[in-house]
Nanobody, 120 residues
Framework: QVRLVDSGGGLVQAGGSLRLSCAASGRTFTSYGWFRQAPGKEREFVSVINWTGETKYYADSVKGRFTISRENAKNTVYLQMNSLKPEDTAVYYC???????????????WGQGTQVTVSS
């Protein structure tokens, strides 16, 4: 059974940092990543990493501030989020795919989501 368990969200002031974690089990996917959904908005791509960790992509809105990484021994993917802005407030969802994903329709499995709130 495939499981993605994401965690690490919370409340932080603008300019602060958070690190999200996604623990995967059940199978190995081609890529793992993060999407987010703000209130009243569609779910959007944030970042992706392939299973070797050699390929990484970021949404323009987070480039230079967020860093995705993975720890194969723990089968865990991380999203280090620095210089957070109020517009980063959203529910962040871990995702896994047999493709190098950047679209919702490419996602094969989702985590349950973790809330990130950035206060101004």
């Amino acid at each position: 059974q495939v499981r993605l368990v994401d965690s690490g969200g919370g409340l932080v002031q603008a300019g602060g940092s958070l690190r999200l974690s996604c623990a995967a089990s059940g199978r190995t996917f081609t890529s793992y990543g993060w999407f987010r959904q703000a209130p009243g908005k569609e779910r959007e791509f944030v970042s992706v990493i392939n299973w070797t960790g050699e390929t990484k992509y970021y949404a323009d809105s987070v480039k230079g501030r967020f860093t995705i990484s993975r720890e194969n021994a723990k089968n865990t993917v991380y999203l280090q989020m620095n210089s957070l802005k109020p517009e980063d407030t959203a529910v962040y969802y871990c995702a896994a795919s047999m493709a190098i994903m950047n679209r919702i329709d490419q996602v094969d499995n989702w985590g349950q989501g973790t809330q990130v709130t950035v206060s101004s």
